[in-house]
């Protein structure tokens, strides 16, 4: 029989215990001061800390963190924080609980508890890999990402090709990147191709070169990137792009490991590791008849699909703020910090344009603000929901979109009836001009 949850919950006064025991009452509820952190002996699965008073929130996450490093760490925040989330926890929820959702949480973070010993040992495993495959700027913790760091040291100690999948902002050029600085190629060239920006007429010269002579302006030799890359790794980005003749030529060079540049009747032999990239799912292009089937086996020996930032949420709170800390040391300016209901918005929403469009959105962010809190507002989702004034609200949305799109439509409205007069249009909600105008900054609506 599976022994019950045990949780420290670390607050100041008893409020939230009795609320944690109400929603769970099969769990082991401990409440815990911050002063009696150290020197505790009966270590829980995880801590539930009250971030209504952030100071206070802060000091107990030092402390877990410092003295029992391997405890996750939830918060539990207020619906009006003014504060942004402490650094340092694994997850978050706001008050009210939503049904279940206190003990879903609970019970991922919970999940891994059995084998601390493990768990840490993964944890230095994942940190060796980092720093040995050059994977620093690769930002996350979550476990599809870990998975995929795992796999990076087999591939590179093969010299098989390999294909990485995942769509469009997934980082797939820097798992390529890591592969070969695993390899034992790491310190010959890798050289990075994007054959979807490449005319079909010049991917020949751009990876075979040319003889002197070999056309009109060839009055010398020029080298193709396959001799760039000798000894070293080449890396096709969106093979997929690739036209029939290019395939054929691209499967001759690796099926007979040489190549003839243009104009030349010498073939030169090829050392160089194909690692090839699509955000398309080559098998279904072969069933469609769009892509040779002797390619994709040839390129398809060793696969790393890459999961997209939708089923990585754990991620995006860091990577968020990873962007801003380096939009604002290139900016020489302070950090922002990001709101309870900011985080929630960024956390609820789809992200098909993944990391490349979470970067987006937190650098429009960082560019427009001009305090130290980010709130929900001031994050910008396109197209993230859609709110009429006469149609019915979509249940399905979550809450923080759905008062954004309110309040967007209601500045739409008020400016556009007193024909985009600022003064006159916040005369007439209530506010006074100064607030009125910042409110239309944070939607990005001008007015007169």
């Known amino acids: 029989m599976r022994t019950s949850l045990r949780i420290w919950v670390v607050e100041d006064c008893d409020g939230l215990a009795p609320r944690i025991r109400t929603e769970c009452p099969d769990i082991i509820v401990t409440p815990m001061r911050r002063h009696r952190i150290a020197a505790a002996s009966q270590l829980p699965n995880l801590a539930v800390v009250d971030a209504s008073e952030h100071p206070a929130a802060c000091s107990s996450i030092r402390e877990i963190r410092n003295f029992h490093p391997a405890i996750p760490v939830l918060l539990v925040s207020p619906p009006a924080a003014r504060q942004p989330l402490p650094e340092g926890a694994d997850d978050f929820v706001i008050l009210p609980f939503q049904p279940g959702e206190l003990r879903l949480r609970m019970s991922r973070l919970s999940a891994a508890e059995p084998d601390r010993t493990l768990s ?14 050059r994977m620093e700027v690769v930002i996350g913790e979550s476990t599809p990402l870990r998975d995929a760091i795992k796999k990076v040291p087999r591939l590179g100690a093969s010299e098989a090709n390999v294909l990485i999948t995942g769509e469009t902002g997934t980082g797939k050029e820097l798992f390529a990147r890591a592969i070969h600085y695993a390899s034992a190629r790491h310190a010959r060239p890798f050289v990075p191709l994007n054959c979807a920006a490449l005319p079909d007429t010049l991917f020949e010269n751009e990876l075979f070169g040319h003889a002197k002579g070999a056309y009109t302006d060839a009055s010398t030799a020029g080298a193709g990137l396959l001799a760039v890359a000798e000894h070293g790794s080449l890396f096709l980005d969106e093979v997929d792009s690739l036209s029939f003749a290019s395939q054929a030529k691209l499967l001759r060079v690796i099926q007979e490991r040489e190549y003839r540049p243009l104009g030349s009747q010498r073939a030169v032999r090829a050392d160089v590791r194909i690692i090839s990239a699509s955000n398309a799912a080559l098998i279904e292009r072969v069933a ?4 040779r089937a002797d390619l994709y086996y040839r390129l398809n020996v060793l ?6 930032l939708a089923e990585r949420r754990d991620d995006i709170p860091m990577l968020a703020r990873h962007f801003l800390s380096r939009f604002a040391k290139e900016c020489a300016r302070p950090a922002p910090r990001l709101s309870p209901e900011a985080i929630r918005r960024l956390v609820d929403y789809a992200w098909p344009g993944n990391i490349r469009e979470l970067e987006s959105v937190i650098q429009r ?6 305090g130290a809190i980010l709130d929900a507002y001031s994050i910008d989702l396109p197209n993230s929901c859609a709110l009429s004034a006469a149609g019915p609200v979509d249940a399905s949305i979550p809450i923080a979109d759905a008062v954004y799109a309110f309040e967007r439509h209601y500045l739409s409205s008020m400016l556009s009836r007193h024909n985009g007069n600022v003064t006159h249009a916040a005369e007439a909600a209530g506010k006074d001009r100064r607030t009125f105008q910042r409110l239309l900054r944070r939607h990005g609506i001008s007015g007169a």
């Open 120 to 133: 840490r040992r993964d944890d230095e495993s994942i940190r060796e890999i980092r720093a040995r495959c």
């Open 288 to 291: 469609a008849r769009e892509f």
């Open 303 to 308: 696969a790393l699909p890459l999961p997209t």
């Open 365 to 370: 962010a960082f560019v427009l603000s001009d």
